[in-house]
């Protein structure tokens, strides 16, 4: 048999099982055909994106000193006044947070979030924070955005213990700040009815029952609570509250917050704190626009008013300004 005939009929097969398309094994026909050698494959490893490898858990000695470090820059712009910053830099600290949570879940109970170490750490950004978030809404406003970071920050610091009554206080704050009246109120009335009502707590239940229209039970609160004041907010709610009903004893308890908010501004806390310097301003300055409302009429012209009460009222507070 010649050489030609077997390769032509050898081209006629192989075109045969491509075009009938029946099934054939072609590893048979490789047997039988001139041997190649296989190209070399690359293994899929050398392709791997270098940044999908996991990056190594940090230690927790490494996660509390960066996290520690930011605290302290979102506190430096409180100090100086500068609330947005503030906010920026806690926000950048708050997603740092979140994102070593997920990205070192398998290191969170034994290495990250023991009771003295990072937790700590975190519960500080969530308190500063929201100091933060506190100052603008005081001081500027906050927008809808603000206002959901604002309590998602008090609910992580109040989710680190919620039998803490400090941390659900924050959170009811927060709430009646950000337009919240139901859920504010009623973490109020909880604590207001619990063993930990103290003057902060009764006060703020007060000014919530004020804000949500319920400005009779308010009314009643402030009128037996104002001579117990012991911050400058709780005096100037006091005498926002009772002018309401009582413009006379209302008039006295604004200059008496004026009184107080002069000793404050000079004290050294607040002296270098120019947040506090700037809500404390804002509170005089309020009570001044209040005193002249209320006295548009002339003094001893036409009205019921009798000054001679400011005193003790000042004296009341006195320990507002610390002399």
């Not at 319920?214 to 104002?226: G, S």
């Amino acid at each position: 048999m010649t050489r030609k005939p077997f390769v032509l009929g050898l081209v006629l097969l192989t075109s045969l099982v491509f075009v009938s398309g029946c099934s054939f094994n072609l590893s048979k026909l490789s047997s039988i055909l001139p041997s190649r050698e296989k190209p070399e494959t690359v293994s899929d490893k050398v392709y791997q994106n270098k940044s999908a490898v996991k990056a190594p858990a940090k230690s927790r000695e490494a996660l509390q000193k960066e996290l520690d470090s930011e605290i302290n820059l979102v506190v430096d712009q409180i100090m100086a006044g500068r609330w947005n910053e503030a906010i920026n830099l806690g926000e950048a600290a708050y997603e740092m947070v979140q994102k070593e949570h997920k990205g070192n879940a398998d290191s969170v109970n034994s290495a990250v979030y023991d009771a003295y170490g990072y937790d700590a750490a975190k519960e500080k950004l969530y308190e500063v924070l929201s100091a933060a978030y506190d100052f603008k809404y005081h001081l500027e406003g906050l927008n809808n955005t603000e206002k959901e970071r604002y309590v998602r920050t008090a609910k992580a610091h109040f989710d680190i213990d919620p039998s803490d009554p400090f941390k659900k206080l924050a959170l009811a704050k927060a709430q009646i700040d950000t337009g919240d009246m139901n859920q504010g109120l009623g973490l109020l009335g909880e604590l207001y009815n619990s063993q930990f009502r103290d003057k902060d707590i009764t006060e703020s239940y007060a000014w919530a029952l004020y804000l949500s229209g319920r400005k009779d039970e308010a009314y009643n609160i402030y009128r037996a609570f104002y001579p117990q004041s012991e911050t400058l907010i709780q005096l100037f709610h006091s005498a926002q509250v009772i002018e309401e009903k009582d413009k006379a004893l209302g008039l006295n308890l604004y200059n008496g917050v004026t009184g107080a908010a002069n000793n404050l501004m000079v004290k050294d806390p607040n002296v270098n704190n120019m947040s506090a310097q700037t809500y404390i301003d804002q509170v005089r300055t309020g009570s001044r626009n209040a005193s002249e409302r209320l006295l548009a009429g002339g003094f001893k012209l036409n009205s019921q008013y009798n000054l001679q009460k400011i005193d003790p009222i000042v004296k009341s507070i006195v320990k507002l300004s610390g002399e």
